[in-house]
T-cell receptor
Framework: QQQVKQSPQSLIVQKGGISIINCAYE??????FPWYQQFPGKGPALLIA?????SEKKEGRFTISFNKSAKQFSLHIMDSQPGDSATYFC????????????FGKGTLLTVNP | DTAVSQTPKYLVTQMGNDKSIKCEQNLGHDTMYWYKQDSKKFLKIMFSYNNKELIINETVPNRFSPKSPDKAHLNLHINSLELGDSAVYFCASSPSGTGFTGELFFGEGSRLTVL
C-alpha cells in the first residue's frame, strides 16, 4: 500500500521555467510533509517542509503548496536552474510514529540550459 | 567532519556471502535509521534505533541484522546475500523527542552489488 503518491516520475524543464511536482497522501494522521532533494551519488537532503496548519511555505525559489481537504501537496521551483537537476522526494510522517518518514517514489528533474 | 558517514561506499560481493556496512554520526542525535534505495530510486525504511533500542523493523528478512553499539553508531550486517539485496543503503540520523523536527540527515550511501 503506497501511502504517498508522487507525480510525475520525470520532468524536463527549460532554464528559467517553473517546475511543479505533486504528491497525494492517504493517511489523515500525517502532520509533517517534507521535500528532499537528492543529487547523483549523494544522500537525500531536506529542501523544505510544511505542517498542515499552513497552506503555503516559501523559501527562496522553492514553495510548498498544501491542500489539506484534497490531501495533496506540491513543490514549485521558480526560475528553475540547471543546478536544480536532481531527484526530488516528497514524504510524510505523523507524531508518535517513532520518527518514520514515508517517501514518495521520486521525481527526476532535468533543467536544460 | 562529515555528519553521517558510512563505510564502505561501494561493496561488490558474491551471492551467499555475509557483509557489513558501518555508520557513524557526529551530530549528537539519538535516533538512527537504515533506508534501502532500489534501482528505481524508491526509498524504504528498514530499521530505526533510538538510544540503541530498536523501534522500527519494517518486515525486513532476518538475514539483515542491525546493531547499535552506542547511539552514534548503527551497523548493518547482511547474511547469505541474495541478488535482490543489490541496492544503495542509506544511514540517517535525527534528534528525538521534542527535538525531532522531521528532518533526517542522510549519509552518502553504500552501493551494494551482489553478483
Amino acid at each position: 500500500q503506497q501511502q504517498v503518491k508522487q507525480s510525475p516520475q520525470s520532468l524536463i524543464v527549460q532554464k528559467g521555467g517553473i517546475s511543479i511536482i505533486n504528491c497525494a497522501y492517504e493517511n489523515t494522521a500525517f502532520d509533517y510533509f517534507p521535500w528532499y532533494q537528492q543529487f547523483p551519488g549523494k544522500g537525500p537532503a531536506l529542501l523544505i517542509a510544511i505542517r498542515p496548519d499552513v497552506s503555503e511555505k516559501k523559501e527562496g525559489r522553492f514553495t510548498i503548496s498544501f491542500n489539506k481537504s484534497a490531501k495533496q501537496f506540491s513543490l514549485h521551483i521558480m526560475d528553475s536552474q540547471p543546478g536544480d537537476s536532481a531527484t526530488y522526494f516528497c514524504a510524510a510522517s505523523k507524531r508518535g510514529s517513532n520518527y518514520k518518514l514515508t517517501f514518495g517514489k521520486g521525481t527526476l528533474l532535468t533543467v536544460n540550459p | 567532519d562529515t555528519a553521517v558517514s558510512q563505510t564502505p561506499k561501494y561493496l561488490v560481493t558474491q551471492m551467499g556471502n555475509d557483509k557489513s556496512i558501518k555508520c557513524e554520526q557526529n551530530l549528537g542525535h539519538d535516533t538512527m535509521y537504515w533506508y534501502k534505495q532500489d534501482s528505481k530510486k524508491f526509498l524504504k525504511i528498514m530499521f530505526s534505533y533510538n538510544n540503541k533500542e530498536l523501534i522500527i523493523n519494517e518486515t525486513v528478512p532476518n538475514r539483515f541484522s542491525p546493531k547499535s553499539p552506542d547511539k552514534a553508531h548503527l551497523n548493518l550486517h547482511i547474511n547469505s546475500l541474495e541478488l535482490g539485496d543489490s541496492a544503495v543503503y542509506f544511514c540517517a540520523s535525527s534528534p528525538s523527542g521534542t527535538g525531532f523536527t522531521g528532518e533526517l540527515f542522510f549519509g552518502e550511501g553504500s552501493r551494494l552489488t551482489v553478483l
